[in-house]
């Protein structure tokens, strides 16, 4: 057979695939017939006009594939084929093999295609019955019979359709030939390793995992209900299957210049322990995802053109884990109890894995939303990864990029921002994660354009970030949650700031001051009568304003015990932000009287009385004191300073905790990143799930 090349144009013209979703049954011992249908080069869609276009040109073949398949059973065929390679694939040389990977390939796209299709327009239980289809004599006995009469093709249909009406219903949907499918699949991805002429049939695999399960895009029926969703979530290779999944995303290979390329001597055998840590010989792709302040949006495309497998198993690690997170979900047990491949075996871990490849590919990711999806839930409920994060010395290649999609927010959608948020909260609960950032300096931050700062510390740049984060928030978003996270991040690290930037402390007292002075006109808008008031907003009722009243005071009040925080346990270590309240003291004479701070300001009101009047002796002894002169007065207080005085407050702790019902964030959450960033375009106009912000 020769090989061709299949371009979208001539899809509907070709006799193999006209026959394929015709009336007559095609044996899987049809050798001859599968090698001409699967010789072929096929154009992968590559976005979603691309996906349009396939779409629009198979839609013929597949309505002819919907009407004859029940009878025929020529998907179950197909899908023997595919069975078989999978199989012979685990004993043939890379020589042996080039054709047979190619043949794979273009075997599990043409069942990708039909279950696509059959998803977007039917129902699970038709999908299943197409896999389960068996050829039914009796029906295609009818068809020839009434051909060889020379019946009309009108006539033909009407005797046909009379012995379907009696037949369709014996169809048996248990789901055992769609379970063998799925292993072979899960083998296929966790047993042949990855290399260049094999990358897109590992592509292939994921992708039609992905597609089986978007089947809850499509419909209402709740996931413990669908049989795809349980024969998927019952599978024995949770383990291997997770782990295979996550080495593909931390070694970011890049996809090939081509599709099945040459291959060298050597044999598939390698074992399901060996293929997973086998060495990749791929060319080194240019580093496109280096932090260089650029928004997700940018970077999405880039990493999913660039890394199509990385990409997509990270999406299906994010769907898989997200889904059935109230039961008893394998593959978020598999995810969270993980081990360092370097460590000694632990016999509870699901598997072990390369801690240090896991983290030097998420510094280079975590811009992208799925990346800090995935960063969350290693942290946040995996141990011993969140404990080889908190050990790590470049943990600035970790937040630096972090900060800086907080810092582009308008670049990002809200829901990233959020969870960027919550990764700076879970590691802030570490006292040594919040001293250490104070110990990493950094120099020349170029995308920080507020103000040029030639050195700070990266504790300094990430409260500066973190207050700038709240303040857009207040102008913008207004969600209240994320100004809890904001300021739980930053409780969780006061009683450890040290050596302060300038800039930092001035932008600490300035972030009370703004809060303060929206404060107090809100505080004058709900006193005044509206006939008396120069500005009536009609949309904002008294009950609103009263709320918003009440969440500011919680806000005002928590920056407050931030700065109390800090002066009760590293005032000798801060002059900077003592100089700074010294400076603006006047920004809390508002407050003192006001029932919900009177309490706390009094401690600060300690701090700058006791330097106020140590200043003015020296003053009165010296004359007029420059700023050095001031910052050695403040040097030598802090010496003699004790925190005793000061009365005492419990210590700011904040831990992150889960919503009840957290699927009800995530999983749409997940479907949007899958439909806006994945290599599998879905029909948008079909689409019943719930997506988050974004259409498909």
Do not use: M
């Given at each position: 057979m020769g090989i061709n090349v299949s371009r979208h144009a001539d899809l509907s013209a070709n006799e193999y695939l006209q026959r394929f979703v015709g009336r007559s049954h095609i044996p899987y011992e049809n050798v001859d017939y599968w090698n001409g249908i699967l010789n072929y080069h096929i154009t992968m869609p590559e976005n979603s006009q691309d996906q349009l276009n396939l779409d629009s040109r198979l839609e013929g073949l597949c309505q002819s594939f919907l009407s004859n398949n029940l009878k025929t059973g020529n998907l179950g065929s197909l899908i023997?084929?595919?069975?078989?390679?999978?199989?012979?694939?685990?004993?043939?040389?890379?020589?042996?093999?080039?054709?047979?990977?190619?043949?794979?390939?273009?075997?599990?796209?043409?069942?990708?295609?039909?279950?696509?299709?059959?998803?977007?327009?039917?129902?699970?239980?038709?999908?299943?019955?197409?896999?389960?289809?068996?050829?039914?004599?009796?029906?295609?006995?009818?068809?020839?019979?009434?051909?060889?009469?020379?019946?009309?093709?009108?006539?033909?249909?009407?005797?046909?359709?009379?012995?379907?009406?009696?037949?369709?219903?014996?169809?048996?949907?248990?789901?055992?030939?769609?379970?063998?499918?799925?292993?072979?699949?899960?083998?296929?991805?966790?047993?042949?390793?990855?290399?260049?002429?094999?990358?897109?049939?590992?592509?292939?695999?994921?992708?039609?995992?992905?597609?089986?399960?978007?089947?809850?895009?499509?419909?209402?029926?709740?996931?413990e209900k669908s049989i795809i969703f349980r024969t998927i979530y019952k599978c024995q290779h949770a383990n291997v299957l997770t782990s295979a999944l996550l080495h593909f995303v931390s070694r970011m290979v890049e996809v090939p210049s081509t599709m099945f390329g040459s291959s060298t001597a050597g044999s598939f055998v390698f074992g399901i322990a060996e293929s997973l840590l086998s060495i990749f010989s791929f060319r080194k792709q240019p580093d496109l995802l280096k932090s260089t302040g650029n928004s997700s949006i940018e970077l999405s495309p880039q990493f999913r053109d660039y890394y199509p497998l990385a990409n997509q198993s990270l999406l299906l690690i994010l769907i898989l884990t997200n889904h059935c997170s109230a039961k008893n979900n394998p593959y978020r047990t598999s995810l969270f109890n993980c081990a360092d491949s370097k460590d000694s075996p632990k016999d509870s871990a699901s598997f072990q894995i390369d801690f240090s490849a896991v983290y030097e590919t998420l510094c280079r990711i975590v811009t992208i939303d799925q990346a800090t999806l995935l960063l969350y839930l290693l942290l946040h409920r995996n141990e011993r990864f969140y404990r080889y994060v908190m050990a790590q010395n470049d943990l600035e290649n970790l937040v630096i990029p972090i900060l800086q999609t907080l810092y582009h927010a308008p670049d990002s959608t809200s829901h990233h921002i959020y969870m960027s948020l919550i990764v700076l909260l879970i590691l802030s609960e570490d006292d040594s994660f919040n001293k250490n950032v104070h110990t990493i300096i950094l120099k020349n931050i170029s995308w920080y354009t507020e103000r040029t700062i030639s050195e700070i510390s990266l504790g300094g740049l990430l409260i500066l970030v973190v207050i700038r984060t709240i303040q857009y928030n207040m102008l913008k978003m207004r969600d209240k949650y994320l100004h809890t996270n904001c300021l739980a991040a930053l409780a969780n690290m006061s009683g450890q700031f040290r050596s302060l930037h300038p800039y930092v402390a001035q932008r600490l007292i300035s972030l009370f001051e703004t809060l303060a002075r929206k404060h107090t006109r809100l505080d004058t808008q709900l006193k005044e009568p509206v006939n008396n008031s120069v500005f009536v907003n009609v949309s904002t009722t008294p009950e609103d304003m009263l709320q918003d009243l009440t969440v500011l005071e919680e806000v005002l009040r928590m920056v407050l015990e931030i700065l109390n925080s800090c002066l009760s346990n590293q005032l000798v270590y801060c002059p900077n932000l003592v100089y700074t309240l010294l400076y603006k003291r006047s920004v809390f004479e508002g407050f003192r009287s006001h029932h919900a701070f009177q309490d706390i300001i009094q401690n600060i009101d300690m701090v700058v009385g006791f330097f106020s009047s140590r200043l003015q002796r020296v003053q009165e002894q010296r004359g007029e004191l420059g700023v050095n002169e001031v910052f050695e007065v403040i040097s030598k207080g802090a010496s003699q300073w004790s925190s005793d005085r000061l009365r005492k407050f419990p210590d700011l702790k904040f831990k992150y905790v889960e919503e009840d019902a957290p699927e009800e964030f995530f999983i749409p959450y997940v479907w949007t990143l899958v439909c806006k960033y994945g290599c599998v375009h879905f029909n948008s106009e079909s689409i019943k799930g719930v997506t988050t912000e974004i259409a498909c």
């Open positions: 023997t084929v595919f069975l078989e390679k999978v199989s012979e694939l685990l004993s043939l040389s890379d020589q042996e093999s080039n054709r047979h990977i190619w043949q794979t390939f273009n075997a599990l796209f043409i069942i990708r295609c039909l279950v696509k299709y059959i998803i977007e327009t039917g129902s699970e239980f038709q999908l299943l019955q197409h896999f389960e289809a068996i050829p039914n004599a009796e029906l295609l006995r009818a068809e020839e019979e009434a051909a060889a009469a020379g019946a009309p093709p009108e006539s033909t249909a009407i005797a046909v359709e009379a012995v379907e009406d009696t037949t369709k219903t014996n169809i048996v949907v248990d789901g055992s030939k769609f379970e063998t499918f799925i292993d072979a699949i899960v083998n296929l991805i966790v047993v042949i390793p990855v290399k260049e002429f094999t990358y897109h049939l590992h592509l292939e695999a994921v992708n039609t995992i992905i597609t089986l399960l978007s089947v809850h895009l499509f419909t209402q029926q709740p996931t």
